[in-house]
T-cell receptor
Framework: EPEVTQTPSHQVTQMGQEVILRCVPI?????FYWYRQILGQKVEFLVS????????KSEIFDDQFSVERPDGSNFTLKIRSTKLEDSAMYFC?????????FGQGTRLTVV | EDQVTQSPEALRLQEGESSSLNCSYT??????LFWYRQDPGKGPEFLFT???AGEEKEKERLKATLTKKESFLHITAPKPEDSATYLC???????????FGTGTRLTVIP
């Protein structure tokens, strides 16, 4: 069964460092998303990407964040200068139409 | 502002004891309501999408229903492997992103 794959599963970084989280969406899907979940809180939308551009973004997705589809299979989330409050699970998701399928997440810990 | 409220926050059931989880929503013109299952440390796993009031969908021991204000996830004769957090999310018109509730943490005791 096709699935969304995320790497790494866990990343520890120092405050102020840049991190890149990677995702391989399901191959025939057209819409790609990033969500995050701070420990004990709800899943929050960050950004959606369609046709090689951002289609929607939330207030959380400020200038410190960027997304890219560098080739035909990968979808990345970059955080330029990490802060302690960026520590969370980051989920990539993809959809063909409305039903989004999520990856297993990257646990980002900023120290 | 879109709102999704799930209740109860946590629910403990004996194996075989049926129950329902509630998701109340406020969204201008619902495009879709989604149920996901989330195991600890894992990503949400898609269960159902409901699009219009009166719609019902079933999968094994789970049945989801939708009215104009809320959705229910009915769990019939649950087993310990049904233990997880169940998330409800809504999608507004013209948007593809999901707005999640805080979830109901279900524990099924053998």
């Amino acid at each position: 069964e096709p699935e969304v794959t995320q790497t790494p599963s866990h990343q520890v970084t120092q405050m102020g460092q840049e991190v890149i989280l990677r995702c391989v969406p399901i191959s025939n899907h057209l819409y790609f998303y990033w969500y995050r979940q701070i420990l004990g809180q709800k899943v929050e939308f960050l950004v959606s990407f369609y046709n090689n551009e951002i289609s929607e973004k939330s207030e959380i997705f400020d200038d410190q964040f960027s997304v890219e589809r560098p080739d035909g299979s990968n979808f990345t989330l970059k955080i330029r200068s990490t802060k302690l409050e960026d520590s969370a699970m980051y989920f990539c998701a993809s959809s063909e139409h409305t039903e989004a399928f999520f990856g297993q997440g990257t646990r980002l810990t900023v120290v | 502002e879109d709102q999704v409220t799930q209740s109860p926050e946590a629910l403990r059931l004996q194996e075989g004891e049926s129950s329902s989880l509630n998701c109340s929503y406020t969204v201008s013109g619902l495009r879709g309501l989604f149920w996901y299952r989330q195991d600890p440390g894992k990503g949400p796993e898609f269960l159902f999408t409901l699009y219009s009031a009166g719609e019902e969908k079933e999968k094994e021991r789970l049945k989801a229903t939708l009215t104009k204000k809320e959705s229910f996830l009915h769990i019939t004769a649950p087993k310990p492997e049904d233990s997880a957090t169940y998330l409800c999310a809504v999608q507004a018109p013209g948007a593809n992103n999901l707005f999640f509730g805080t979830g109901t943490r279900l524990t099924v005791i053998p």
